[in-house]
């Protein structure tokens, strides 16, 4: 069966601070990899999706990046964090019919 | 771009029904999720709908209308578990990849 593995679970970062979040998926090949944000109250918003190795695409511009340096590995990242990166983080992968997300990482910037 | 529409809260009492209405606007539709999301938690996959009509899964339903851009979640035989925020989502790309968008998210509120 497909899992799906994001870590770490919570974080606490300091303004400026680099971020690295990382998400693997077990039990597929070529998934279809996304990051999506959420913010207090509010829905889930995406921020970049990727449909194979070094294919990334982004939704809305901002503060982070992604990268997939491997079929199953998805990568988010900061250089300098930024007081409204703070947000729950979840990576989630589809493919055909069925969409599933990590556990997410909640992400408190201060 | 797409624009998805759902109530932002709803209240129902125990072993009540409730019905929870989406519409979307997109180009390229590929299909409409549901999701459950406790507080705190992940969202969890409910539904899928591609083609028009219901879909029936237990206690859960969901509802489609290409046309009209509409589908809906209806809930049955309401449990205190069921309070949680349902999420519609939609998948725009003429592949099978597509990319989801979600909604807000409507709040429900099972009471005793």
């Known amino acids: 069966s497909q899992t799906i593995h994001q870590w770490p679970a919570t974080l606490v970062q300091p303004v400026g601070s680099p971020l690295s979040l990382e998400c693997t998926v077990e039990?597929?090949?070529?998934?279809?990899l996304y990051w999506y944000r959420q913010a207090a109250g509010r829905g889930l918003q995406l921020l970049f999706y990727?449909?194979?190795?070094?294919?990334i695409s982004s939704e809305v511009p901002q503060n982070l990046s992604a990268s997939r340096p491997q079929d199953r590995q998805f990568i988010l990242s900061s250089k300098k964090l930024l007081l409204s990166d703070s947000g729950f983080y979840l990576c989630?992968?589809?493919?055909?019919?069925?969409?599933?997300f990590g556990q997410g990482t909640r992400l408190t910037v201060v | 771009g797409q624009n998805i529409d759902q109530p932002t809260e709803m209240t129902a009492t125990e072993g009540a029904i409730v019905q929870i209405n989406c519409t979307y606007q997109?180009?390229?539709?590929?299909?409409l999720f549901w999701y459950q999301q406790h507080a705190g938690e992940a969202p969890t996959f409910l539904s899928y709908?591609?083609?028009?009509g219901l879909e029936e899964k237990g206690r859960f339903s969901s509802f489609l209308s290409r046309s009209k851009g509409y589908s809906y979640l209806l809930l049955k035989e309401l449990q205190m578990k069921d309070s949680a925020s349902y999420l519609c989502?939609?998948?725009?790309?003429?592949?099978?990849?597509?990319?989801?968008?979600f909604g807000a998210g409507t709040q429900v509120v099972v009471t005793p």
């Open positions: 997109t180009s390229g539709f590929n299909g």
């Open positions: 989502a939609v998948r725009s790309g003429t592949d099978s990849w597509g990319k989801l968008q």
């Open positions: 989630a992968w589809n493919f055909g019919t069925e969409a599933f």
């Open positions: 709908n591609v083609l028009d």
């Open positions: 990727s449909v194979g190795i070094g294919q």
């Open positions: 039990g597929t090949s070529n998934p279809n």
